[in-house]
């Protein structure tokens, strides 16, 4: 989270101000989700929003709960029968780059006929297939990607284009950790969803993107506070919506307007980005595997060639005020994570201490 926000939160957090400075009386937890405060809340985060990722107008922005993985198995609910015969649920091809994205497919399973159109799995995850060899069914409602692999630290150049491969299928993107860090080019997308934690605002809040034409195919199997067609008729407003969270987020998205917007917040990311990768490339103690082309902006995995020093590195960052660096218990090593609240000067102080750390263990 940005200090900013978060010291605006504390601010306002026993007495919210209304755009024109005047006092309601009471904190965003406490108000009514249909009153007019929070009403006003919810239409300005998701304006807000909309500019930011210069969302079409035939989209809907949804306010959900469940993260990420819930989404896994409220999208198939919801769009795998898109393309099936009535009473059908349908299929849905998957391409795995990543612990993600096989996550997805594994709990689409339970719903549809699923297939896997391309694998990295042999490259350990080091790379993104080729979009021209996908093996996309003619009959797939949808093609589900993850845009970047947070354990792997994958990430998608650019947003594969299915009708140029020649399928109709609805692309499906899990954009949890990526969102907001760079452009979206919502000309190839169908649906995107993220859990808000990672790079919109705390815990609790789930953002769904939809296509309209997409809405109203969901199996009668589907939970009534999950069918996006109901989601979408209320406003977000069906069942009680993560009140606070949508605040929290609605304060990181003006945020990021002050920054100067997505571009802005770009070419910081990139420049965070190089400023480690190519730390990590000059040494000769550290590495990490991922193709060049496809190295993920926000999450940075690298391993020390002597793993039998990791323990003494997580500890020296630990003094000197580097956390969280340890990689994820599935593939080991060090993963660093440069979300957009992440300044470059957090950067520069990893890199200094990683070459100070190679220098004094060399
Ligand atoms: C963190 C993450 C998720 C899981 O989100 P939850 O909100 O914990 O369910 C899903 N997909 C990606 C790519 C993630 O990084």
């Given at each position: 989270m940005p200090q900013d926000v978060l010291a605006q939160a504390a601010n306002e957090m026993l007495d919210w101000p209304d755009a024109g400075g005047g006092r309601c009386g009471m904190g965003v937890m406490e108000m009514s989700h249909r009153g007019k405060e929070f009403m006003s809340i919810c239409?300005?985060?998701?304006?807000?929003?909309?500019?930011?990722?210069?969302?079409?107008?035939?989209?809907?922005?949804?306010?959900?709960?469940?993260?990420?993985?819930?989404?896994?198995?409220?999208?198939?609910?919801?769009?795998?029968?898109?393309?099936?015969?009535?009473?059908?649920?349908?299929?849905?091809?998957?391409?795995?780059?990543?612990?993600?994205?096989?996550?997805?497919?594994?709990?689409?399973?339970k719903y549809s006929s699923t297939h896997v159109a391309a694998s990295s799995q042999d490259s350990?995850?080091?790379?993104?297939?080729?979009?021209?060899?996908?093996?996309?069914?003619?009959?797939?409602?949808?093609?589900?990607?993850?845009?970047?692999?947070?354990?792997?630290?994958?990430?998608?150049?650019?947003?594969?284009?299915?009708k140029a491969l020649g399928s109709d299928a609805a692309l499906v993107v899990d954009f949890s950790s990526q969102v907001a860090s760079r452009p979206m080019d919502w000309r190839h997308v169908g649906l995107a969803f993220g859990?808000?934690?990672?790079?919109?605002?705390?815990a609790g809040l789930t953002v769904v993107v939809v296509r309209e034409d997409l809405l109203g195919h969901a199996l009668d199997i589907c939970p009534s506070a999950f069918n996006y067609e109901t989601v979408a008729a209320n406003g977000s407003m069906y069942?009680?919506?993560?009140?606070?969270?949508?605040?929290?987020?609605?304060?990181?998205?003006?945020?990021?307007?002050?920054?100067?917007?997505?571009?802005?917040?770009?070419?910081?990311?990139?420049?965070?980005?190089?400023?480690?990768?190519?730390?990590?490339?000059?040494?000769?103690?550290?590495?990490?595997?991922?193709?060049?082309?496809c190295r993920s902006r926000m999450n940075?995995?690298?391993?020390?060639?002597?793993?039998?020093?990791?323990?003494d590195f997580l500890s020296g960052a630990a003094a000197a005020g580097l956390l969280q660096l340890k990689g994820h218990k599935s593939v080991g090593?060090?993963?660093?994570?440069?979300?957009?609240a992440m300044p470059l000067a957090g950067v520069q102080a990893l890199v200094a201490y990683m070459q100070a750390f190679e220098r004094s263990h060399g």
């Open positions: 239409a300005h985060a998701e304006a807000t929003l909309r500019r930011l990722l210069a969302v079409p107008g035939h989209f809907k922005i949804l306010f959900m709960q469940g993260g990420g993985l819930a989404e896994n198995a409220i999208v198939p609910l919801n769009l795998s029968a898109l393309r099936a015969p009535k009473g059908e649920r349908g299929r849905t091809d998957f391409v795995l780059t990543g612990s993600w994205s096989q996550k997805s497919w594994q709990e689409a399973a350990g995850f080091t790379q993104i297939p080729d979009p021209a060899g996908w093996q996309i069914r003619p009959d797939a409602s949808y093609v589900h990607l993850c845009s970047n692999e947070t354990i792997h630290g994958v990430e998608y150049p650019a947003l594969p284009d299915l859990g808000a934690q990672k790079n919109l605002g705390p069942n009680t919506p993560p009140t606070y969270a949508i605040y929290m987020a609605g304060l990181v998205f003006d945020w990021l307007e002050r920054q100067g917007g997505i571009a802005a917040i770009e070419a910081q990311n990139i420049a965070k980005a190089q400023t480690l990768y190519e730390a990590i490339d000059r040494s000769d103690l550290y590495f990490n595997p991922v193709l060049a082309t940075v995995p690298f391993f020390l060639r002597n793993e039998a020093l990791n323990a090593g060090m993963r660093a994570s440069l979300y957009n």
